[in-house]
């Protein structure tokens, strides 16, 4: 029953985040559609779809503020905040990968001699205690 319950939780709550983000969506392309002088049915999908490509990379500072955007300067404060608790530098060139380096040298494999058998120490028996095996 416990599992039931949890199951029918989880399907409330993302369904309800599904929900939010639908809402915050449309009411983002709403709002660029009447930016552009245009109606959310007139509005051509591609045209919003270019244009959110371009304020998520920061080419188009907009003074529209949509709930879009306030999602996204959330999100970014939240993962700033999350890399200075692991102690990462809170940057935006935290997510990029480390330039390409010349690889390295392959370096000689140490050569192991076997033991002689003479030098051994004398064995005891192993003995095995749950799952710890001591020798």
Sequence with gaps: ????????????????????????VAVDVDMQARAAGRDISSYDRV??????QRRLRGEITADLMTPLDA??????????ARLALLGGAPTQQAAL???????LPLLPQPQVQPLDVAEEAPS??????NNVLNC
Excluded: H, S
Excluded at 71 to 80: A, E, H, K, P, S
Excluded at 124 to 129: E, G, I, Q, S, T
């Design 1 to 24: 029953m416990f599992f039931v319950r949890r199951a029918i939780w989880l399907l409330r709550l993302y369904t309800n985040v599904l929900l939010v983000g639908v809402m915050v």
């Design 97 to 103: 990968m480390p330039e390409p380096r010349a690889p």
């Design 71 to 80: 999602t996204m300067m959330g999100y970014r404060g939240v993962l700033q």
């Design 47 to 52: 045209a919003y779809l270019q244009t959110l």
């Design 124 to 129: 005891k028996p192993c003995v095995r205690r």
